[in-house]
């Protein structure tokens, strides 16, 4: 099977698997206007959630402090055709220490390095996604439609 789609809050094992690998998101937000930003970040998984960490001046946090719904799309670093789609929202943040603390866990698995303090311009801040619809797709199986 080249598709597999699930409503609800239940982390897909394919999801799971891609989300605390060293891949990479692209997590859409809404701006201000409507018009929709998107952007590659670091990404992970924890207690059931998608999770991610930014800081707390930069758009997408403004964003979905303003409207929670997220779009995270995580591709397989090793294998680009396999990929998994989370719609969800945003309906947690932490701006606190383990937020500072989880950024040098996701340092460490992306860079081999803790996160560079100097390049900290605010706070960071910890989103905590619970997915509506996830699809997870492996085109090394066939195309998905």
Known sequence: MSAKTANGADLLPETQE???????????????????????IWVHAEDGRIVLNTETH?????????????TVVIRDEQDPYRYAEVRGRVVDT?????????????????LGKDYPPEAIKSERVTLWIVPERQ???DQNRGVAD
Do not use: C
């Open 135 to 137: 699809t997870f797709i």
């Open 94 to 110: 932490n701006a606190d220490d383990r937020a500072r603390k989880q950024v040098d866990e996701l340092a460490q698995k992306y």
């Open 58 to 70: 930069r758009a997408k946090h403004l964003n979905v402090q303003r409207d929670p719904r997220i």
């Open 18 to 40: 891609l989300a605390t690998g060293a891949n990479f998101a692209a997590v859409a937000t809404l701006l201000p206007s409507g018009r929709i930003q998107n952007q590659l």
